[in-house]
């Protein structure tokens, strides 16, 4: 039986070791000499399938009475939608390197990776009828677009917000100093999102507070400025900080008093505020500004349905489908004819979420990914990396 | 031609063998034990910072430097080890006395319905229990409403404790079914005699029966401090605690799946120790 076992593990090595060594000579570089892989010069017969990675909410189906664009998209294209919800963004980058699907949307911090890698192709936004009339401030992104090309459509953005408990917090904040500073009506109830992207939030206070360090851009820190704001986040933890992982459990959090104020999506505040026994909170977005999301749906570079997907990237801009989505989670709308839309569902939509509100959007930085050259025109800085954000966080929470 | 090949597999034990273990064979070692090479691999691989792809077999020691540099890792460890002990310790301490009753004092009608008590948690999901002792141990929860009578607050979900509670709460059917084999194990006559060399309860407690339980103890212990050496469900949803499992998973949704790798080598090596332990206990003859 010895012999058998250990003839057994040297053929499973020597089968991983062909099986793997084989992908290893593998490179991103684009096929073809000019057009880069994946692009679509016009828009063939659709292929009849789709298979897409959302955020949970961005594709409905009618669960919810009144929020189904995906059947309408089925019935006009005859392309069949077969749709993967991710956990998290690194979650999202995985599916999509996997090969099996033709596309999905991703926030910030996923699609900045996903480019990169070249794992997602370059849009040719001519082909898409809708695009023209999305709002210019999503357009030509840093997190959407590459080299001056666009690599995804906007599906809606979003800030991360301050939340209070009106009974407790008795005067309208209007800085994060109340997160940051503490008193003692909220110390041990804060509420801070569980996640190494949240140093972008310290980065921004510090920003307005301490000038003298010169950040530019909260997701780009070098060592000083990285270290003054895992300083910053230290003391905050000492305050008593209760993090949150999942919007429910914040959602449960203030509902039953155990949190009073804290960092938080409108979706949040809309679902304690239909909820009649929770205690009445308040939103608002403080004067430094914040960080904020936009996601963006883009396509694979080896996309097995590219005719289907680019309908769908338009129809996703279309003012039915995009209202109807950004009203369902809470976000804003990427065009006015959204925004009309949105209005006849639920009025005052577009104005609670500065739809169109350009210098609103001005003050937010959208979510995207730490890099070592600091994602800047200087070669001579260098700034923390994503594993290094990602260290601090476990080091800060660990302890 | 059937009968042929029957012959020949006749003639042929060790071929026979062969091909009957093939199947589970060729699924443990290729399925199971490949995919977890694949991921311990991980811990030796570098990862390229700026598109943020791990790269295979460009092997490095990258991510155990980073471990053994930064001391909230060995923090961490020690701390999921150490409420896995604590839970481990808390199973046993119940799981004695409810199993010494249902084996030994217990009428047959009882013994059955304790039975189908003890398991019935184990029919309920996971998950379900534990957003139950969410609402339990939450500041103003069933607990916090149970005592404040007295002017105490319920202890919110930031306590390490509750972890050590709710983790004692979900093994425990996994501690109580072992120790209640055992104890119906010891014969009776072993008793009788004990008493008849004057030894009083605690004494035959304490030198008869609790040696021979000790395979036993050690057999759900095996459950008890696997399973919560692993968890990291529990810590996220009742306290504010990181565990292990908390660290890997952090790492792997953010892309650094070098340093979860290498990080999972610790509870590996842990329970390799605990199981060489527990054998020596006697622990898998009583499984």
């Given at each position: ?23 290893t ?8 000499d000019?057009?880069?892989?994946g692009?679509?010069?016009a ?23 009144g ?11 005859g ?16 599916l ?16 900045v ?27 030509n ?7 001056g ?15 209070w ?11 994060w ?7 003692a ?8 999102y ?66 009073v ?10 679902v ?10 308040e ?9 904020g999301w ?5 396509m ?75 994602d ?24 | ?29 290729i ?24 790269e ?11 471990i053994?540099s930064?001391p ?33 004092i ?64 979900l093994?425990?059917p ?7 084999a055992?104890?119906?194990?010891i014969p009776?006559?072993?008793?009788e005699?004990?008493?008849?060399l004057?030894?009083?309860g ?66 590996i ?19």
């Amino acid at each position: 039986m010895k012999r058998f076992k250990g003839v057994t593990l040297l053929a499973v090595l020597a089968l991983l070791v062909a099986a793997c060594g084989g992908s290893t000579s593998e490179s991103a570089a684009p096929s073809g000499d000019e057009k880069p892989a994946g692009w679509l010069e016009a828009l063939g017969a659709a292929e009849g399938e789709l298979n897409l990675i959302i955020w949970p909410g961005y594709a409905e189906r009618g669960e919810y009475e009144g929020f189904n664009w995906v059947d309408p998209f089925e019935a006009e294209t005859g392309c069949k939608v077969n749709v993967t919800a991710m956990t998290d963004s690194n979650n999202g980058v995985q599916l999509l390197q996997s090969g099996q699907y033709d596309g999905g949307s991703f926030s910030g911090d996923a699609s900045v990776r996903l480019m990169t890698a070249g794992d997602v192709a370059p849009v040719n936004v001519d082909l898409l009828s809708n695009y023209a009339a999305v709002f210019s401030g999503l357009k030509n992104q840093a997190h959407n677009s590459k080299d001056g090309m666009p690599y995804g459509v906007p599906h809606g953005r979003g800030p991360n917000l301050l939340m209070w408990n009106t009974d407790v917090v008795t005067t309208a904040p209007t800085s994060w100093d109340a997160v940051w500073d503490g008193t003692a009506a909220v110390n041990g109830k804060i509420s801070i999102y569980d996640s190494s992207i949240y140093i972008a939030d310290a980065a921004i206070h510090l920003m307005a507070k301490r000038p003298e360090l010169g950040i530019k851009n909260p997701y780009q820190l070098n060592e000083e400025q990285f270290a003054a704001a895992i300083d910053l986040l230290e003391k905050q933890r000492d305050l008593g900080v209760i993090y949150w992982g999942s919007y429910a459990d914040q959602v449960a959090g203030f509902a039953s008093g155990d949190l009073v104020i804290g960092t938080t999506w409108q979706f949040m505040a809309n679902v304690l505020g239909g909820d009649t026994t929770a205690p009445k909170v308040e939103t608002v977005m403080p004067a430094e500004g914040s960080t904020g999301w936009s996601d963006t749906w883009m396509m694979a570079t080896k996309a097995a349905n590219p005719n289907c997907m680019y309908l769908w990237m338009n129809h996703m801009m279309s003012a039915e489908a995009n209202g109807q989505a950004t009203v369902f989670f809470g976000e804003a709308a990427t065009s006015e004819a959204a925004c009309d839309y949105a209005e006849t569902i639920a009025p005052g939509h577009c104005e609670l979420t500065h739809a169109s509100d350009e210098a609103y959007w001005e003050s937010i930085w959208y979510r995207t990914t730490p890099r070592e050259d600091c994602d800047d025109a200087d070669a001579a800085t260098t700034c923390k990396t994503q594993d290094d954000w990602v260290e601090a966080w476990t080091t800060l929470r660990g302890n | 031609m059937i009968r042929r090949i029957t012959g020949w597999f006749n003639r042929h034990p060790r071929a026979t063998l062969g091909a009957l273990l093939a199947g589970p064979l060729g699924w443990i070692s290729i399925v199971y034990l490949g995919s977890l090479l694949i991921l311990l691999m991980h811990a030796f691989w570098s990862k390229d910072s700026f598109t943020g792809k791990v790269e295979p077999f460009n092997w490095t020691l990258d991510a155990f430097a980073q471990i053994f540099s930064n001391p909230v890792y060995f923090t961490i460890a020690a701390r999921t080890i150490g409420i896995a002990l604590l839970v481990t310790i808390a199973a046993a301490a119940i799981a004695l006395p409810v199993a010494y009753y249902m084996a030994r004092i217990a009428s047959p009608r009882k013994r059955a319905l304790l039975l189908v008590a003890v398991t019935m948690p184990l029919w309920a999901s996971y998950l379900v229990k534990i957003y139950a002792w969410r609402t339990i141990l939450q500041t103003n929860g069933l607990l916090g409403w149970a005592i404040s009578p007295f002017g105490l607050e319920g202890p919110g979900l930031t306590e390490i404790a509750n972890s050590w509670l709710v983790l004692t709460y979900l093994w425990l059917p996994y501690m109580i079914l072992p120790v209640y084999a055992g104890l119906e194990r010891i014969p009776n006559s072993l008793l009788e005699a004990s008493a008849d060399l004057g030894g009083r309860g605690w004494i035959t407690f304490r030198r008869v029966i609790f040696p021979q339980l000790i395979p036993a103890l050690a057999a759900g212990s095996i459950f008890t401090f696997s399973l919560s050496i692993g968890d990291y469900i529990v810590p996220d949803l009742v306290s504010d605690a990181k565990f292990i499992g908390n660290v890997i998973y952090d790492n792997s949704a953010l892309g650094s799946f070098p340093v979860a790798a290498a990080f999972s080598f610790v509870p590996i090596i842990v329970m390799i120790g605990y199981l060489l332990f527990a054998r020596r206990l006697g622990a898998f003859e009583s499984l």
